[in-house]
């Protein structure tokens, strides 16, 4: 298990910190994804587990034993960046073995060991070639080969897969996560994306400003964000955020009265202020102009109407921008769901079941 508690970092040549109350405790063999904006201090926990950047306060638990201070090799922990770092004048089997024999493991070791780990990544017929003969997810492979014959307690990758094409991306995505689940090995994983997040997470750590803003799974995340920010970071297209009164039980938004459903009300956990400003959440696939829901008599359907400004057809769904006095609302429709032209008015049924309160003020999201 690894813990980090209270971590901190603020760098010399920075006023801020990087890193802030950082606690989380990993348990072996999770997926661990620390996602966040550029900046958000995903990196610098990551090299701080390593050993590659001091801990300026907390402590960093590997088991029971505090790390803060042991020796980056100590750490018994391999890593995989975004480039590949490999030695260009090495073949594919050196550049594997190269970790083993500066440790001075015998050379038939390092051999089996290469071997066994080419085969785990389909790498076996490449092994004497040089990497400029190599494709960039060839390339990633064999660093993550470099990693495996380490057999670490930990594995620790920094967008590994920002190099390579989107294609390549979602195909090298699957295989590292049915990798690291066949291996048992725990890993942490940084990226900006949060597609990448959601798919290969076991849980997923989600960063802002150095602070952590929500742990959970990805399924959790993306049905109870913590607040706006985590509402409008996971999910694509992106939340609809509107801004809404209070007002005798009800959420006003221009001319339209919203009642949330009571399962709903039960679970808000602030006492709602009368005239005071909230932010409702709707995600764009809770936005719906099939017959059924248009048709339901259940109180749980909202139905009002918007201007179409633009269709975009992507084929399996249909993606509709609209108009709500000014603000934009995306809304994420089947394709067989009865459609209109840009320039018209659509009927839309809002799915409140799936609604979100967030208070403006503090972003918090007050359903829980
Ligand atoms: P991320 O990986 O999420 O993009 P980083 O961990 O690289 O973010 O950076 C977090 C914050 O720490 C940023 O504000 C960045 O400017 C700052 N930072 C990173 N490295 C250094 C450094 N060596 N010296 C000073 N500030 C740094």
Redesign the pocket.
């Given at each position: 298990m690894i813990e980090l508690k209270n971590v901190q970092k603020k760098?010399k040549?920075?006023d801020?910190y990087?890193v802030e109350n950082f606690n989380l405790k990993i348990e072996d063999g999770e997926f661990i994804v620390f996602v966040?904006p550029?900046?958000?201090?995903?990196?610098?926990?990551l090299r701080m587990i390593a050993g590659l950047e001091d801990i300026t306060g907390g402590d960093l638990l590997f088991g029971e034993e505090r790390v803060n201070e042991l020796h980056p090799k100590d750490r018994d922990i391999a890593m995989v960046f975004q480039d590949y770092a490999l030695y260009p004048h090495m073949t594919v089997r050196e550049n594997m073995g190269f970790g083993l024999k500066v440790r001075k493991e015998p050379k038939e070791e390092i051999a089996q060991k290469v071997d066994e780990a080419a085969k785990i990544i389909g790498l076996e017929e490449y092994l004497d070639k040089k990497p400029k003969n190599l494709s960039g997810g060839q390339r990633q492979r064999v660093a993550l080969g470099r990693a495996i014959v380490r057999n670490p307690r930990l594995f620790l990758m920094d967008e590994p897969l920002s190099n390579l094409d989107a294609k390549l991306r979602v195909s090298t995505r699957v295989e590292i996560t049915s990798l690291q689940k066949r291996l048992g090995v725990t890993t942490i994983y940084?990226t900006?994306d949060q597609v990448e997040a959601m798919t290969m997470a076991d849980r997923m750590v989600v960063?802002e400003s150095?602070i952590i803003q929500q742990v959970g799974t990805p399924v959790e995340i993306y049905d109870n964000p913590n607040n706006l920010f985590v509402a409008k970071f996971i999910g694509q297209p992106q939340i609809n955020l509107i801004d809404t009164v209070y007002k005798d039980g009800k959420f006003i938004i221009g001319t339209d009265e919203i009642e949330l459903p009571n399962g709903i009300m039960k679970r808000v956990n602030e006492d709602l202020v009368e005239n005071k400003e909230y932010v409702i959440g709707i995600r764009p696939e809770h936005m719906k102009t099939d017959r059924l829901s248009l048709n339901s008599e259940l109180d749980s359907i909202f139905k009002t109407h918007m201007q179409v400004k633009h269709i975009e057809n992507m084929g399996n769904e249909i993606i509709q921008y609209m108009d709500l006095n000014g603000q934009q609302i995306i809304a994420k429709l089947e394709r067989r769901a009865n459609l209109v032209d840009k320039g018209e008015d659509c009927e839309i049924g809002i799915d409140l079941t799936k609604t979100f309160i967030f208070n403006k003020e503090t972003g918090e999201n007050i359903i829980k």
């Open positions: 760098y040549n920075n801020n990087s966040g550029s900046g958000c201090g995903k990196s610098t926990t940084v900006h960063m150095g």
